[in-house]
């Protein structure tokens, strides 16, 4: 449950935010503080989703790193119920990112969901068992 972690990076991020930096680091260490910290269900991205059966789409960031003169970089976990896509996910941050002139790309595609409607046979067999 990403909301229960305290993420060592964004709090980094968070600190380092109220110093000035140049060569794209201010616009890095701002979009970790500003965008990333204390946000696993994408509030400040404007994405929060819930499904009824499958919980919250929530978010981790799990590594970031950052090289003067180089392209940072934040990996981010998702775990997503029905209802939401990769697709979706990567738009949504873009979007945000925008202002603070960062891109997002996804390298692993992301699994679909697994979903079995409560109705489906084995499911009902599994309900009744337990």
Do not use: C, W
């Not at 500003?34 to 509030?43: A, C, G, N, T, Y």
């Not at 003169?69 to 029905?82: A, H, M, Q, V």
């Amino acid at each position: 449950e990403p909301k229960r972690g305290i993420n060592a990076g964004t709090y980094l991020a968070l600190f380092l935010n109220q110093f000035d930096f140049e060569n794209g680091a201010k616009d890095f260490i701002s979009f970790a503080a500003e965008k990333l910290h204390l946000d696993s269900r994408l509030k400040n991205f404007d994405m929060n989703y819930t499904d009824d059966v499958m919980g919250d789409l929530t978010m981790n960031p799990g590594l970031l790193s950052f090289e003067d003169g180089k392209e940072g970089s934040i990996t981010l976990n998702f775990r997503y119920p029905k209802g939401t896509d990769p697709e979706y996910i990567e738009k949504g941050l873009n979007t945000a990112a925008d202002e603070y002139h960062v891109h997002f790309e996804m390298h692993d595609g992301g699994m679909v969901p697994h979903y079995v409607d409560e109705d489906d046979p084995l499911v009902k067999t599994l309900l009744n068992v337990y």
